[in-house]
């Protein structure tokens, strides 16, 4: 029996491939690596085009794709703007009680934490075409119960003001889950059908439509304000028809995109995976080959680990079909407008908990081991850490409106509603949107890690600015300061937190890893946003921000124990892994016969 011999590309990256030289390493050498690519590869190796420059298929992934994290930016942003809005209707224009904003302010996110965990395993157990759309019916139910917030059931606002932001929170938390399972959804969704070499691009631009979502919630705050100044400031409890219109405008993208996800078809990359499960177990060779597709088909490495097919065009596959999936494969990645495949719509009840059950049990064996294990612990820590400062930051605006002079106090209700969203567009101009392209164009290039690491010691830089100076910067100084803050945050690990777990995880537990991932950011923001007023009175807002100036320090020591994943395949790597321990459980069964032949058990004629 052959000596076992682990191969050669168990943990690298691009351009790897299996030596052919060794038997156990064969087969690896003829994957067919566009059966795992279903989606929008292109037919070309390289097209010679920058990889953040996308093709029309890949703008209609990212429409269909990218309106989740609008909404949830839009809904992040706006939410500072209509509690102060609500202040006025509800409280005479006194501050809200502490524990309550709180609550409002911290509610979307309680949510979340429940659509990350449940949809990320939901989309890998029963598929992403049986759960992808669900989201968005939350989001647009939520966003209904919202606007319909009854202020005057009980009697007088004044009088029950408690009441309705209670009912506001508990919406929000509806609210939250739909966005949340957003996140191992539409980073899932994104990465089953992106080409390699332009796949973190890809995924940058999908994220990247926060920054667009907050702008434009600032924007449209400013422009309602507007339309209701002279209403506002005759009456000013007309402000509950302005900020009504706002958090209702959201509903405009959501149905917009809705009849897209609920019709776009699944992947072949995901389908494929699904062969993988099982395969594992103890079968013979020759049923492990056809499983996974490892039967000698022809495949040529471009050299980018890209793994393109290289048929000519009249061997079957031309560029136009290609560019969809292959021939004849209806549903391999239809981008919007077909029905494509049908899902599994006969599953059945009993058929659907066996799915969830084997997945449950598969995620537990691949993560048993500790190279697995490291990579999720490094994952959830870097994400919960950002979302400490991120949320911290951004989920009470209010002390850096104050510092800038757009807070808002001592003027007419009107005026402080305008110059409080002014501000928050100024923040979002300078700082957000500019982050979030500079990492677009730059992620291919400067790898994952890096940007990751420089993001969260350029936002710790920053931060130790605004603690240590809080009182004595100048406006300009302190704008510049918070505008490069929130700059490096998205040149950093708000987008590479996001990006890293649709990467490095193999498709088959892809969207559970990265649901769990984005739970313990969420449940990092959790805790920013309900502990942050009252620290900040305890203890003052100097030193809250030397507390986030320190978890900036922890993400970047937690990003050590991820790899660099640019032009990483985790469905060839995971591939790899499988014949290793094949092989190596083939050995010690072949030294066990040997041994039993030896000592007389066995081996008897």
Wanted: hydrophobic share 40%; glycine share 12%.
């Amino acid at each position: 029996m052959a000596t076992y011999r682990p191969p050669p590309t168990s943990n690298v990256g691009p351009g790897a491939r299996a030596d052919p030289t060794y038997p156990e390493d064969a087969a690896l050498h003829n994957v067919d690596r566009t059966g795992l690519k279903g989606g929008l590869e292109e037919y070309e190796r390289n097209d010679g085009r920058p990889p953040f420059v996308l093709t029309w298929t890949e703008v209609k992934l990212l429409g269909i794709a990218g309106v989740g994290f609008f909404l949830d930016a839009y809904d992040l942003f706006i939410i500072n703007q209509v509690t102060v809005q609500l202040q006025y209707r509800l409280y005479g224009g006194h501050a809200l009680p502490t524990n309550l904003q709180g609550f409002v302010n911290a509610s979307a996110n309680i949510g979340s934490v429940i659509g990350q965990f449940s949809f990320g395993y939901l989309a890998d157990s029963l598929g992403r075409k049986a759960i992808y759309g669900k989201e968005l019916m939350i989001i647009i139910l939520a966003t209904i119960l919202t606007i319909s917030a009854p202020t005057d059931l009980w009697g007088p606002p004044h009088t029950h003001p408690n009441r309705v932001l209670i009912w506001i929170a508990c919406c929000r938390i509806l609210l939250g889950i739909g966005v949340g399972a957003d996140y191992p959804m539409s980073s899932s969704v994104t990465s089953d059908r992106a080409v390699l070499r332009k796949r973190g691009s890809l995924l940058a631009y999908v994220f990247a439509n926060q920054g667009w979502g907050s702008l434009v919630g600032s924007l449209v705050t400013m422009i309602t304000l507007l339309a209701y100044k002279g209403a506002i400031e005759k009456k000013s409890s007309k402000v509950d028809g302005s900020w009504r219109v706002i958090v209702g405008l959201s509903l405009v993208p959501a149905f917009g995109t809705l009849y897209q996800r609920l019709t776009l078809p699944e992947s072949t990359r995901f389908k494929e995976s699904q062969k993988v499960r099982g395969a594992d177990d103890d079968e013979d060779e020759e049923e492990f080959e056809k499983k996974v597709g490892l039967d000698g088909k022809r495949v040529s490495d471009d050299g980018e680990g890209t793994g393109v097919d290289v048929r000519p065009a009249g061997e079957g596959l031309t560029p136009a079909t290609t560019m969809m999936g292959k021939e004849g494969d209806e549903d391999a990645a239809t981008v919007g407008g077909g029905q494509g495949a049908p899902v599994e719509s006969g599953l059945g009840v009993k058929a659907a908990a066996a799915k969830k059950k084997a997945h449950f049990r598969e995620f537990l064996i691949y993560f048993s081991e500790w190279r697995h294990a490291k990579t999720l612990i490094g994952t959830c820590f870097c994400w919960f850490f950002l979302d400490i400062a991120f949320y911290g930051i951004n989920l009470n605006q209010s002390v850096v409106l104050q510092q800038i002079g757009f807070a808002g106090k001592g003027e007419a209700e009107w005026t402080s509603l305008f110059h409080i969203a002014t501000g928050n567009l100024i923040i979002t101009a300078l700082g957000f949107v500019p982050g979030y392209y500079v990492t677009v164009l730059t992620i291919e290039y400067l790898g994952r890690k890096w940007i990751q690491v420089q993001g969260f010691l350029m936002a710790a830089l920053f931060l130790g600015i605004l603690a240590g100076k809080f009182t004595t910067l100048s406006i300009p100084a302190f704008v510049v300061c918070f505008a490069l803050l929130q700059f490096f945050f998205n040149f950093g690990a708000n987008a590479t937190t996001f990006i890293y777990p649709a990467e490095v995880f193999p498709t088959r537990v892809r969207a559970t890893a990265h649901g769990m991932s984005a739970a313990c950011g969420k449940a990092g923001a959790i805790i920013s946003s309900l502990a942050f007023n009252s620290l900040s009175k305890k203890i003052g807002t100097p030193n809250v921000l030397w507390i986030f100036f320190g978890c900036c320090l922890a993400g970047a020591c937690f990003t050590m124990l991820l790899p660099e994943v640019k032009g990483r395949d985790p469905d060839l790597v995971d591939l790899e892994e499988i014949r290793e321990r094949r092989v190596r459980r083939r050995g010690l069964l072949g030294r066990k016969k040997n041994v039993g032949g030896v000592d007389g058990t066995n081996g008897m004629n």
